[in-house]
């Protein structure tokens, strides 16, 4: 039995994680922390929970996180930016092991963190020492680990996409292009004028324009590892144009990745590399380019969905990826790591078809 435990109990990825343990016959739930809504019982702030669920909220102090930490496994945290490494601290000491939902831990060089979050690193030693895991990409590092960086759901969509192409070496540096879109859970539960459905619906939106969003340099580093790259060494990194939008909806991703080639390719000859690459892979799907792949299709689930396709016209590989942002891109990752470093099956608790329609 993996007994484990949350921190950011109020937050939609905690109530996704405990939604998804609902089916994981080998986890028990110890604790439930937060700073808000201390006291009370976790359904109520997720009532999709009510009567799964017992636990009361605990506030988040050093006291708390310790005895927690002493009765768990595991512990899946969601704080906010630079907040991590004081609780991961606690959590370590105890010889328990933990799980960043958030972006803390996720770069090798500290100094990529601290360009694109604005602020200085609180333990720079332990961000270079955690393992950022996206299972089908570098599983082997995690086996067994204590620190795990859950990667983010932009960079998860898109090196998923990206993977089998990189590795065949066929992708022309400098040359790709992300163009994704995000439901509104993308952004969190804290209130905000822009997520108010009289704002949001039938609207659609560019965001972070410019080339300014966070998750690009984790794109960047992803690429870094797959081609062989020092993650020490950003200058040497190819660089990418990622453009994120916000979609009228309440989850999912679509990314569709553009890189050009150094060889032609058909749509059947794309399909067959994809699909050959990703086949023992449970939540990895890839489908030819007659079934483009809809968000619909991956909703409430750990399953990435993709249709890779080849323009010959202009020599460019053209992927669209689905997942569901808070489902494969945070909590249902999360678990699937769990799964990963404590020695079991990663589909434990995760093989559930998609809610549809």
């Known amino acids: 039995m993996i007994h484990y435990s949350c921190i950011g109990a109020t937050g939609y990825v905690c109530g996704e994680v405990l939604r ?19 006291g009370d019982a976790i359904s109520t702030h997720h009532p999709a929970l009510r009567g799964f669920y017992d636990q009361v909220i605990m506030d988040l102090t050093e006291e708390n996180v310790r005895e927690t930490a002493k009765k768990s ?3 899946m945290i969601q704080v906010p930016s630079g907040d991590v490494a004081k609780w991961a601290e606690i959590v370590l000491a105890e010889d328990c092991a933990i799980i960043d939902i958030g972006a803390d831990i996720r770069f090798r060089d500290v100094d990529v963190w601290e360009k694109w979050y604005g602020q200085k ?3 720079a030693k332990m961000t270079h020492d955690a393992v950022y895991c996206i299972p089908e990409v570098m599983r082997d590092l995690a086996k067994g680990k204590k620190l795990i960086a859950n990667p983010g759901c932009y960079p998860t969509a898109s090196t998923l996409g990206l993977q089998p192409m990189l590795k065949a070496g066929h992708i022309v540096d400098n040359t790709i292009v992300i163009d994704a879109k995000s439901g509104y859970t993308g952004a969190g539960r804290r209130p905000a004028l822009n997520k108010l459905l009289t704002e949001a619906e039938n609207n659609f939106c560019a965001y972070a ?5 966070r998750h690009t340099p984790e794109i960047e580093q992803n690429i870094a590892y797959i081609t062989g790259k020092d993650l020490m060494k950003p200058e040497t990194w190819q660089y990418i144009n990622f453009q994120p939008h ?3 909806q309440v989850r999912g991703i679509e990314v569709t990745i553009y890189a050009t080639c150094d060889k032609d390719f058909t749509n ?12 023992d892979e449970p939540f990895v799907k890839v489908f030819p380019a007659s079934l483009p792949v809809q968000t619909k299709w991956v909703y409430g689930t750990n399953f990435c969905e993709m249709t890779p396709t080849f323009d010959a016209r202009t020599h460019r590989l053209i992927v669209s990826s689905v997942i569901d942002n808070i489902g494969k ?6 678990i699937q790591n769990m799964n990963l470093i404590m020695g079991l099956p990663e589909t ?10």
């Open 20 to 38: 998804m343990m609902v089916n994981h016959h080998e986890g028990e739930l110890v604790n439930v922390l937060d700073t808000y809504g201390v």
């Open 73 to 75: 496994d595991v512990i």
């Open 121 to 123: 690193h609180p333990d």
């Open 209 to 213: 324009l410019g080339g300014g969003h």
């Open 246 to 248: 916000l979609l009228p």
């Open 268 to 279: 059947e000859e794309v399909y067959e590399l994809y699909k050959d690459f990703y086949k």
């Open 329 to 334: 891109g945070a909590a249902g990752q999360a």
């Open 348 to 357: 434990t608790g995760l093989m559930m078809p998609p809610m549809y329609p």
